[in-house]
Antibody, heavy 127, light 110 residues
Framework: QVQLQESGPGLVKPSETLSLTCTVS?????????WGWIRQPPGKGLEWIGS???????YYNPSLKSRVTISVDTSKNQFSLKLSSVTAADTAVYYC????????????????????WGQGTLVTVSS | QSALTQPASVSGSPGQSITISCTGT?????????VSWYQQHPGKAPKLMIY???KRPSGVSNRFSGSKSGNTASLTISGLQAEDEADYYC??????????FGGGTKLTVL
């Protein structure tokens, strides 16, 4: 059973960097698939932040690209999110998820769906 | 990138069928058969209900079905049950190598 768990500070000050880690169990990240971050501001919809392949290839939401870095640590079976220069607008529940892709799609960088999700962690940006 | 367009809300009575639409462009929904649908109950993580336009993951009820025509995808729920009341989101892969979600639809079971 694939399980994902987000961890990190629940409170970040404006202008600082938000850092979260997703620990995966039940599946080895190095075996394949993409690994993504999605967020949901309170009372609003889902927003894709970015995805990373086990090899390290990354794809980011253009609206966040200048502030986002996603990295992977296969030795720890974890992947991480860093979002810099945060403001109150970055307050949200942050989810990590596995990005499913067939062998052909993975090669092309095509994430077909997000099949396993973490429970989510609320990050509040406030001084 | 622009979010996919979904109706804000839909409703139906128990036993009825409802359909939720998801409209994009030829660069996302219309260009790839990689549309997925997610169910989210309050305070819970989203759950994958449909992938690759019309495929159901193991364990998802066959009351849930998906389809696509042109730039619009649809999720149909037949035999509505009280437990189906939730928010539903569509998502698609895009030609920019990104993923995009719809704004979400609140389903009310009357």
């Amino acid at each position: 059973q694939v399980q994902l768990q987000e961890s990190g500070p629940g409170l970040v000050k404006p202008s600082e960097t938000l850092s979260l880690t997703c620990t995966v169990s039940g599946y080895s990240i190095s075996s394949g698939y993409y690994w993504g971050w999605i967020r949901q501001p309170p009372g609003k919809g889902l927003e894709w932040i970015g995805s990373i392949y086990h090899s390290g290839s990354t794809y980011y939401n253009p609206s966040l690209k200048s502030r986002v870095t996603i990295s992977v640590d296969t030795s720890k079976n974890q992947f991480s999110l860093k979002l810099s220069s945060v403001t109150a607008a970055d307050t949200a529940v942050y989810y990590c998820a596995r990005g499913y892709c067939s062998s052909t799609s993975c090669y092309k960088g095509w994430v077909q769906s997000f099949d396993y999700w973490g429970q989510g962690t609320l990050v509040t940006v406030s001084s | 990138q622009s979010a996919l367009t979904q109706p804000a809300s839909v409703s139906g009575s128990p036993g009825q069928s409802i359909t939720i639409s998801c409209t994009g462009t030829s660069s996302d929904v219309g260009g790839y058969n990689y549309v997925s649908w997610y169910q989210q109950h309050p305070g819970k993580a989203p759950k994958l209900m449909i992938y690759d336009v019309s495929k159901r993951p193991s364990g998802v009820s066959n009351r849930f079905s998906g389809s696509k025509s042109g730039n619009t995808a649809s999720l149909t729920i037949s035999g509505l049950q009280a437990e189906d009341e939730a928010d539903y989101y569509c998502s698609s892969y895009t030609s920019s190598s990104t993923s995009v979600f719809g704004g979400g639809t609140k389903l009310t079971v009357l």
